[in-house]
């Protein structure tokens, strides 16, 4: 049931890009979708690359945003990312209370905004700063006061504040590049459980589902497991006397 909705919200998204592409073509004029995970950012790629007279571009705000807007121009048009239709938000707080991503996420949704709507949310202390789409950015500032209980205060910043994502690197040697080998090594459990967890669909590989433990896995892929964070493949450094193999694994915190 899971596959037959993914699979349909996909050619529902592969069915508006075509319209917005249409749209462009006729009108001579720049669109944009809504907000676009990783994997759905992929789909497009892989899907209209080789479209003639368009170009497409990226972005979520910031340079290394994860959640970003599709923008469609004529190919004659240079795209400008001041045009893409993002505002930034920024939402402090005075409480002691601990408030979360997922707090801050649920009660933009509890406004009655579309997930869709919400890029990346960067949280810093006592302030996050929240991307959405400018159509939703008046409604937001109205309406949400609140992080659960706690008492919020929001306003427009002219650009996303410099960041860095936490992120810790480290070198292992593994038996090989199987995806159970590197959950275990990249989360530190065993293979035991990184199996359960691949067969229980919770591991997605460059965001795409993978449900094959012995998949292998190449330089530069990203292994998400859902609830646990996601980790990347940075670089294969070879092998050991005793054919096991050197790996460098980003794990972001």
């Known amino acids: 049931m899971e596959d037959s909705k993914s699979k349909y919200a996909d050619e529902l998204l592969i069915k508006k890009l075509e319209d917005l592409i249409e749209r462009v073509d006729k009108r001579m004029t720049e669109s944009f979708t809504d907000f676009l995970d990783p994997r759905q950012q992929l789909l497009i790629s892989d899907n209209f690359r080789h479209i003639k007279g368009i170009s497409m571009e990226f972005y979520g705000g910031y340079e290394e945003a994860e959640r970003k807007i599709c923008g469609i121009f004529n190919e004659y048009d240079e795209s400008n990312i001041g045009t893409f239709p993002i505002s930034i938000i920024h939402i402090c707080w005075k409480s002691p209370k601990k408030v979360s991503h997922r707090d801050i996420l649920g009660s933009i949704l509890g406004t009655g905004i579309r997930r869709d709507k919400i890029g990346d949310i960067i949280q810093q202390d006592k302030k996050a700063y929240v ?29 996303m504040t410099q960041f860095t994502k936490e992120v810790k690197t480290i070198t292992v040697v593994i038996a090989s590049l199987r995806l159970d080998c590197i959950l275990a090594a990249g989360f530190g459990v065993s293979r035991t459980k990184a199996v359960e967890a691949i067969r229980s669909s919770k591991i997605f590989v460059n965001w795409k589902p993978e449900a094959a433990a012995s998949k292998d896995i ?6 998400s497991w859902r609830g646990k964070g996601r980790i990347q493949l940075r670089d294969i450094i070879g092998s050991t006397k005793k054919d096991r193999i050197k790996v460098v694994i980003k794990k972001y915190i």
């Open 131 to 159: 991307c959405v789409h400018k159509d939703i950015a008046d409604y937001l500032m109205i309406h949400m006061d609140k992080v659960g209980s706690i008492p919020v205060d929001l306003e427009y910043c002219d650009s």
């Open 218 to 223: 190449k330089e530069g892929d990203v292994v």
